[in-house]
């Protein structure tokens, strides 16, 4: 026996008590889909953020004063903060390329309506890109007069620059726990310097500690600056990533190529633009140039406290590198500044309903009065979560480019 349905978007036929398609009916979804098998694999992608995170924030660092500090010819720094821009051009040119599925004409037409016509926009990107670059190449003055250690310590207070920038630009308030971390993190940041000015351990002779740490200073300003300006720039606008990423390695490639000219014009015309070029300095301009777009994509995997963990352990394994590689001397002072900045990261990194639990928490032990809760009303943990977590933005990301 066979009972033919008919619902109008398809007929389906009942033999044996089971039910079946008959014609041009696609099968319908669960109700209740199984979530189990994916919930490993966004574990797994948390994981290989995590890893990539660190692996990016430590190795740069490492890697510059590496080749900075290797015995022979010295690369140009505004050489190389030039290549990482054309290659990272290059690279979302590309990424734009396969987005349009290989159409040469479609990308011409794409590239000249957002870059040419709508010129105003990409205007805009003239002020990021131009910090951009000039923190770029006081990175390189930074990691050239500090260790790799310090330098990484010191460099976290562009959390704090980001933070205040974030406060007067874009009008967000910060929780009490964030400004006492911001605290932390500042005094953490002076120990270290503390440590560094007294004389810990032996420096080369051509280091200057006074100008490696104004460069990281006036870096870690521009890097606020910049972050939150960019951030504000793409909430009125609804370019990709790649195309923002290429408006601003345009302009960077050619800011950075008058900076070279200004800065180091003479000596690059007489020595040749890759001069002092070893497979390591290729390392530092590969890492600079993918490194950053490479974060912008697995960040969006990442959570902010992830974030904070994926800092902290970077200044961990900074540390350890650097006195492998380069015999850092580690000592207490520096062990109580650098705890102190890891604390702060990961206590800033909290979302806030993660900091109000706590303190609910401490409330609820500092003395025995309970608050009586109005019939039909559900608790508080219930509204927190049916409102959402909608404050798990306070690490402040500086913006796509991580740069």
């Excluded at 080749?67 to 054309?86: I, W």
């Excluded at 560094?196 to 080369?204: E, I």
């Excluded at 014009?265 to 300095?281: K, N």
């Amino acid at each position: 026996m066979q009972l033919v349905f008919c619902p109008g978007q398809g007929c389906f036929s009942l033999r044996g008590g089971r039910e079946r398609a008959e014609v041009g009916v696609q099968d319908l979804p669960h109700p209740f889909p199984d979530t189990s098998a994916r919930i490993p694999a966004h574990r797994r992608l948390k994981y290989i953020s995590l890893a990539v995170l660190v692996v990016q924030n430590a190795s740069l660092i490492l890697s510059i004063r590496y080749a900075r500090t290797l015995p022979g010819d010295r690369f140009f720094a505004t050489t190389a903060v030039v290549m990482a821009e054309v290659l990272k051009g290059l690279t979302c040119l590309l990424l734009l390329f396969a987005q349009k599925r290989g159409n040469v004409k479609h990308l011409v037409l794409f590239l000249h309506e957002a870059v040419l016509v709508q010129y105003v926009d990409t205007l805009k990107l003239a002020v990021p890109s131009l910090i951009y670059t000039l923190q770029n190449n006081l990175q390189y003055v930074a990691i050239s007069n500090l260790p790799a250690a310090t330098f990484q310590v010191t460099y976290q207070l562009k959390i704090l620059t980001t933070a205040l920038f974030s406060v007067l630009m874009l009008n967000r308030s910060l929780s009490r726990l964030q400004w006492a971390s911001l605290l932390l993190l500042f005094t953490g940041v002076a120990i270290v310097q503390a440590q560094q000015a007294g004389g810990g351990g032996p420096r080369p002779l051509d280091q200057n500690p006074g100008a490696g740490l104004a460069a990281v200073v006036a870096s870690c300003l521009s890097s606020g600056f910049a972050g939150v300006y960019f951030e504000k720039i793409l909430k009125g606008s609804s370019g990709s990533v790649w195309l923002r990423n290429l408006q601003l390695g345009l302009f960077g490639t050619a800011l950075g190529l008058v900076g070279l000219w200004w800065a180091e014009g003479t000596a690059v015309a007489h020595r040749g633009f890759f001069f002092g070029y070893t497979p390591a300095v290729w390392g530092v301009v590969l890492n600079q140039a993918f490194g950053g777009l490479l974060v912008a994509v697995v960040v969006k995997y990442a959570d902010n406290i992830l974030k904070g963990f994926a800092t902290s352990l970077s200044i961990v394994l900074s540390t350890v590198a650097s006195i492998r590689l380069f015999g850092f001397h580690v000592d207490p002072l520096f062990a109580l500044g650098a705890g102190l900045v890891i604390g702060a990261v990961y206590l800033y990194s909290l979302p806030r309903g993660a900091a109000k639990a706590i303190a609910s928490a401490s409330a609820s032990t500092s003395g025995p009065c309970t608050r009586q809760q109005p019939p039909g009303q559900p608790p508080p943990s219930q509204l927190s979560s049916h409102r959402g977590d909608v404050s798990t933005e306070p690490f402040l990301p500086k913006s796509v480019l991580v740069k």
